[in-house]
């Protein structure tokens, strides 16, 4: 599977939209990207994933550049709730999926 | 529905001991994983499970052992702990569904210290 280059760290201004890139240049044509996050000692949380196209869900949004080598994650409009650690992973197919050391998320009020 | 849940909660173990972590899940899911995290670091895939009576390996299988005796239950054993084995342990499930999706649910956690 291909692996992913994500920011250490972020903040974002509450009701402002938070944007978590992430790089994935050895993307092949058949793996799809996901994101998940986790809230401070949960389990993690599925976001949304999408393989070409651009996807929008009651969470958030993924746009995906046209030659598929990096993404975003965009929530809209962040609140408090949404401090956490965002992951980004690519991966063709069932089974085993690799979580990195993902992007630290801080809304502050 | 309980989703996936996950016993105990908490342990502490001293070095040579062993146990058993306990997953469960109701969603009649076909996948089931094991993970760990340690402090300040992502998950890392111990073991999974594409079926009952199936099990393979992850990133770091070394010192545990799985089994799937039930679709329902996926059980991680460490039968002699060592402290580098302490961490926080998660277990997921997803279901065979369309090609491409593959939401994974997560248990809460088990919290394991191993002196």
């Known amino acids: 599977d291909a692996k992913t280059t994500q920011p250490t760290s972020m903040d974002c201004a509450e009701g402002r939209a938070a944007n978590l890139p992430c790089n994935h240049s050895t993307i092949s044509g058949n793996e799809y990207v996901y994101w998940y996050r986790q809230i401070h000692s949960q389990g993690p949380q599925y976001i949304i994933h999408?393989?070409?196209n651009n996807e929008t869900n009651e969470m958030a949004s993924l746009i995906i550049t046209e030659d598929r080598k990096s993404s975003t994650l965009i929530l809209p409009h962040a609140t408090l709730r949404d401090t956490a650690v965002y992951y980004c992973i690519v991966r063709v197919a069932h089974g085993d999926m690799r979580f990195g050391a993902g992007t630290r998320l801080t809304v502050k009020p | 529905n309980a989703g996936v849940t996950q016993t105990p909660k908490f342990r502490v173990l001293k070095t040579g001991q062993s146990m058993t972590l306990l997953c469960a899940q109701d969603?009649?899911?076909?996948?089931m994983y094991w993970y760990r995290q340690d402090p300040g670091m992502g998950l890392r895939l111990i073991h999974y499970?594409?079926?009952?009576?199936?099990?393979a390996k992850g990133e770091v299988p070394d010192g545990y052992n799985v089994s799937r005796l039930k679709k329902q239950n996926f059980l991680l054993g460490l039968e002699s702990a060592a402290p580098s084995q302490t961490s926080v342990y998660f277990c997921?499930?997803?279901?065979?569904?369309?090609?491409?999706?593959?939401?994974?649910?997560f248990g809460p956690g088990t919290r394991l210290t191993v002196l």
């Open positions: 997921a499930s997803s279901y065979l569904g369309l090609a491409d999706y593959n939401e994974q649910f």
């Open positions: 999408g393989l070409k």
């Open positions: 499970s594409v079926g009952e009576g199936t099990t």
């Open positions: 969603m009649n899911h076909e996948y």
